[in-house]
């Protein structure tokens, strides 16, 4: 996400916050209460190690919006920023009532190491953060536990454990909350992201998740509530994971009911991949150009049996390949640009030639877009292989939003969902005319003093 883009954005967000539902509904269903296991021993053989133990307060969590510079955005920078001191003070001060506590309510915030697989299933050391709550120099007992996927980034500076991202900003309450690196970022950098490779990441999700507590719970003397549970929360590409989340502990529900999970609360996310590519081809263009080669490596590098007779040039158009192919991989390996820096790339070679966006046939060569060649057919089986509305059935409740205007992640996503599991999905479909950016912030602002 482009820094200009998030200002912006977010400043539209706060203006126009009041006339829009894209919070829950209070329809939930109640969470049975469950039987207390001493998660500690489920934690036995997790190995961690921290990296860093930080402590911030409401205006530094907020300095990230301060901390971006951008030429003729001060005033906008400064709205954002004063809407969310003044939501959170409110926050603040109800979790202070209820927690008994004094003073300034902070957040301690742990980054760590942890053992989980890649794409190839081999045993690899990632990187993920976990925050909770602080007063009078006390941990406090978490409500709840978050476990949070992070929205696309393709800079490194802006993974969970180098900044405190914009989720963690609105997350941040008197839960749990834990936030892992995608493959590919923090101490794995040097790595291809898995771009909507949902099953590997809902490995390193629950991966993350288990270490995450272990690390709260060997560093304070603080607790779980008796009657917490977990909900997974995620917006944009976080919320194809959290999905996916979803679907690994549905799939595995002793380790669900274990952990006390609740439900699956997210924002316009791509939840079948296949959808996803369908809508692109039927548009014939895109306004997120730089989705198709951080799929295309995510997949290439996932499924070497199934793509590996392949070159990754056979995808993409001579064009492309002899013009800006060279610089858009450079960019991507370095972990040193934003999405919006790879797009401004694409729409200064190919603006013009679609209405809203890059033409595919700018991009991706004639067999990538033929669904009839072996080529195509390839990519979609791994893509298929990715579907997160086949091959299961929910236990737990899904909560979506998306917005029908999207321009990123077609709404479609959301249908497949909801029309797969009807009995288990509330779909929130909104129409704010803003598409998918505006959405995604507008969602997490709407829902930032949410009591889960």
Request: hydrophobic letters at 40%.
């Amino acid at each position: 996400m482009n820094k200009k883009h998030i200002i912006a954005l977010l400043a539209i967000a706060t203006i126009g916050l009041v006339a829009t539902s894209c919070s829950k509904d209070t329809d939930e269903p109640e969470v049975q209460q469950k039987t207390r296991i001493n998660l500690d021993s489920q934690v036995e053989s997790v190995n961690f190690e921290v990296t860093a133990d930080t402590i911030f307060s409401s205006s530094q969590l907020s300095d990230a919006i301060l901390n971006i510079n951008v030429e003729g955005y001060d005033s906008q920078v400064q709205m954002v920023r004063t809407y969310f001191l003044t939501m959170q003070k409110e926050r603040v001060d109800k979790i202070l009532a209820e927690k008994g506590g004094k003073g300034e309510l902070k957040w301690r915030s742990v980054s760590y190491n942890y053992w989980s697989v890649d794409e190839l299933g081999n045993d690899i050391k990632l990187s993920a953060r976990a925050y909770w709550a602080c007063a009078d120099n006390k941990d406090l007992n978490p409500t709840n536990i978050l476990l949070c996927p992070h929205y696309t980034i393709t800079d490194n500076a802006a993974c969970p454990t180098m900044t405190n991202s914009y989720e963690a900003m609105f997350l941040c309450g008197d839960n749990l909350l834990i936030m892992p690196d995608y493959l590919g970022f923090g101490v794995t950098k040097d790595h291809v992201q898995p771009y909507i490779n949902h099953n590997l990441c809902a490995q390193n999700c629950i991966d993350a998740l288990t270490a995450g507590y272990k690390v709260f719970s060997q560093n304070t003397k603080a607790a779980l509530e008796e009657n917490f549970k977990l909900c997974i929360v995620g917006a944009s590409q976080g919320a194809g994971n959290a999905l996916a989340t979803h679907k690994w502990l549905d799939t595995h529900p002793d380790f669900a009911d274990t952990w006390h999970f609740a439900y699956t609360f997210c924002c316009a996310g791509p939840y079948s991949p296949t959808v996803t590519f369908e809508r692109y081809f039927e548009q014939e263009q895109l306004s997120l150009p730089c989705a198709i080669p951080l799929t295309l490596k995510a997949m290439i590098a996932a499924y070497p049996d199934v793509l590996g007779k392949w070159t990754e040039d056979d995808f993409y158009s001579d064009d492309y390949v002899n013009n800006l192919k060279p610089k858009i991989d450079q960019m991507i390996a370095s972990k040193e640009y934003s999405t919006g820096d790879l797009n401004k790339e694409f729409l200064q070679r190919y603006a013009g030639n679609g209405e809203n966006g890059v033409r595919l046939s700018d991009i991706l060569s004639s067999d990538a877009l033929n669904r009839d060649s072996e080529l195509c057919k390839a990519l979609f089986k791994c893509l298929a292989d990715n579907d997160l509305t086949k091959d299961w059935t929910p236990t737990h409740h899904i909560y979506i939003t998306h917005d029908r205007t999207d321009d990123v992640v077609p709404f479609a996503n959301a249908e497949a969902v909801a029309n797969a599991f009807p009995n288990k999905v509330s779909l929130n479909a909104t129409n704010l005319g803003r598409g998918h950016l505006v959405s995604c912030v507008m969602w997490f602002m709407a829902n930032m003093t949410k009591s889960w």
